[in-house]
């Protein structure tokens, strides 16, 4: 009957033939997770996420501060409006730690140096992007956008999310108002608003096909480098240890109080891997390296990334890459960073964190062009 006719969907016509890679078959999407308002500052956000019928690329976060009235003596912290998590935790459905680490490493240098949010024209930094809305001392409010990234070459690292009983977890402890703005601050606190999407592959029409290497991850975990840094003195720096394979490694230096520093750092810096120089490098020129390797943003103070994403060019170029330059580690594998000897920076010691981009692969990992 015609009433019945009317109501059939449309037969879906963008299917291909089969055979070639799984980015020919699947569509790139994007759809809601959820969105809260009225968070308090110092609260917990542990809201469980919605499934989407395909592989999930990367959560994509918006965090609102909205004003709750005025604040006095207020200071927008040198981490801030990054620090208003104080800790960030991505999990799988099995519990495996994907992304763990404070605020401003997962909002802002993660997003940076990772290649999977934004690209090296500013986009890669949040204060480049039209969402943007700098943090007010006054009145609390402002805006920034991030990701929390996945997918790290073109459909490689993307996690299952069709099943609504195995779907990863992601959690946000908020700071407290005097850790964004400052011991004196008075007044009444800001809330948050916070919207969360996903970027993700629809699962394919009309053919079983997956994403290339399904299980391998990137994770992205913050710990400290030992020993501590001491002013004017020779210090060599043993990383945690690791294995997988590293496409990024960030180290960001913090003096006794906690304030980003760059008055450590060495004028000469050698990488040790298993007690081979394989980086020996003037300090400036690392600095160098990261305006050509990121596309000339300002390197944020006390941070120091090396980027193993550039086998394609000198560039990061986000998802194209090939992985034939990651670094090969293994749990045994003892990375050294050697300050001979440090800088006279103030309030020491100083600690270096380390943030590593570890790629973890399900089988061997897939290098080359698979997607081509």
């Avoid at 943003?297 to 994403?309: E, F, L, M, N, Y």
Wanted: contains cysteine; hydrophobic residues 35%; negative net charge.
């Amino acid at each position: 009957m015609a009433g019945q006719e009317v109501g059939r969907p449309q037969p879906q016509t963008t299917i291909e033939e089969n055979g070639g890679p799984f980015i020919r078959h699947s569509q790139p999407g994007r759809g809601p997770i959820y969105s809260r308002s009225g968070d308090q500052l110092g609260g917990i956000i542990t809201q469980p996420l919605a499934s989407k019928p395909g592989y999930f690329r990367n959560f994509r976060v918006q965090h609102t501060l909205v004003t709750g009235g005025t604040l006095t003596s207020g200071a927008v912290a040198a981490d801030a409006p990054y620090n208003v998590n104080s800790l960030i935790q991505l999990k799988d459905a099995f519990g495996t730690p994907l992304i763990v680490a404070d605020g401003y490493s997962v909002s802002n240098l993660i997003n940076l140096f990772s290649g999977g949010f934004g690209l090296n024209n500013g986009t890669n930094i949040a204060s480049g992007l039209p969402s943007w809305s700098a943090l007010s001392a006054t009145t609390g409010a402002g805006q920034f956008s991030y990701a929390l990234p996945l997918e790290f070459a073109k459909g490689y690292g993307c996690i299952s999310g069709a099943n609504a009983s195995l779907l990863p977890s992601v959690q946000f402890n908020i700071n407290s108002l005097t850790q964004i703005f400052g011991s004196s601050v008075t007044g009444t606190a800001p809330t948050l608003s916070t919207v969360l999407d996903s970027d993700f592959y629809w699962l394919p029409e009309g053919v079983a096909v997956e994403p290339p290497g399904l299980g391998t991850t990137r994770q992205w975990l913050l710990q400290n480098a030992n020993p501590s840094i001491g002013a004017s003195t020779a210090s060599r720096l043993q990383f945690p240890r690791l294995g997988g394979y590293l496409d990024t490694v960030v180290m960001i230096v913090r003096d006794s109080t906690g304030a980003r520093s760059d008055g450590f750092w060495p004028t000469r810096l050698q990488m040790y891997v298993d007690g081979v120089p394989l980086i020996d490098s003037l300090q400036n020129d690392l600095y160098n390296d990261m305006a050509i390797q990121f596309g000339g943003v300002t390197r944020p103070t006390g941070v120091v990334a090396i980027s193993r994403k550039n086998s394609l060019s000198q560039q990061s170029l986000g998802l194209l890459d090939s992985g034939e330059a990651y670094l090969s580690t293994n749990p045994g594998t003892l990375l050294e960073a050697n300050f001979a000897p440090a800088g006279a920076g103030s309030n020491s010691p100083a600690t270096m964190q380390v943030l590593v981009g570890q790629i973890v692969p399900t089988g061997s990992i897939i290098q080359g062009l698979p997607e081509l």
